[in-house]
């Protein structure tokens, strides 16, 4: 029951980050990515400076320093990722972004001596043909976008295993503030080299609302809190609801479509992701 609690709080930070890249590929016809990106985490940082004030002044050095640590592969993941949805589909952003799934074990047992069983294997298998089935990589000539796509989930799922060393460590939520506060002034070094431009309307303010509130402040602790309860194998599987939640509502709001096969492998990624729960924690 312990274990359905911590997992439950991943499957609704990957709901709301479902969400996010249909709402990106919409938003960043308005306004550049890393300005978008920028704005996003300044936001989401001064809202839970505001809010846990007295757990951030009085965490310890270890703490600060890990989530700062953690940020840098954060901002990386964003930053690929949101660069990366210019030039490819929301749906394929989703689902290359969603190799982070397969990336991350790998990660654990060199990085956390984490053993990777017959469950994880299997899992991984399914869960790589899964994706490789819903995105069509095998088939369609790979962009700039789906390149740049890549290079976040390698971010991203050096961002899940340090999550889940420094997250039985320290605070989670002096974690996450201080990994979201990181991706500010990497923002700004990177923002002149890559332009600033913005044009406000109702998409712009919506997609800055969300992202900053919904799918960074409250996904991010959602994020730390679960896997402080879980190890990296099985919170990667619990992530591959993530592709498929993208998948689903980049067809519901951008009407882009998904075939049999795309089905198939969304099938086979939660199968993945039941097979790798039902494992005991390392």
Known sequence: MEKAKYISLI?????LWG??????????????PVLLT???????????????????????????????FIGVFLYFGYYFQIVGIVFTSAMHSTLITGLYIIISPILAFFMLKEPLDKKVIISLILALIGLFLI???????VNIGDILTFFSAISYSFQV???????KKYDPLVLTFYQILMVVPLGLIFLPFSGYSVSWNN???FSIIYLSIFATAIALLL???????????????????????????SILLLHETMGILQILGGILMISAMIIVSSRRNH
């Open 11 to 15: 499957i609704i930070a990957t709901l």
């Open 19 to 32: 969400v996010t890249f249909p709402i990106m590929k919409i938003a960043v016809v308005s306004i550049s």
């Open 38 to 68: 920028l704005i996003r985490f300044a936001i989401a940082s001064a809202i839970l400076f505001a809010i846990f004030f007295k757990r951030i002044v009085s965490s310890s050095i270890g703490s600060v320093l890990s989530g700062l």
């Open 135 to 141: 995105t069509g990589i095998l088939i369609t000539v």
């Open 161 to 167: 295993v340090l999550v889940d060393k420094y997250s």
């Open 203 to 205: 998409d712009v303010i």
């Open 223 to 249: 994020q730390n809190f679960g896997q402080k309860g879980l190890d990296s194998a099985t919170a990667s599987m619990v992530f591959a609801l993530e592709p498929v939640f993208g998948v689903l509502f």
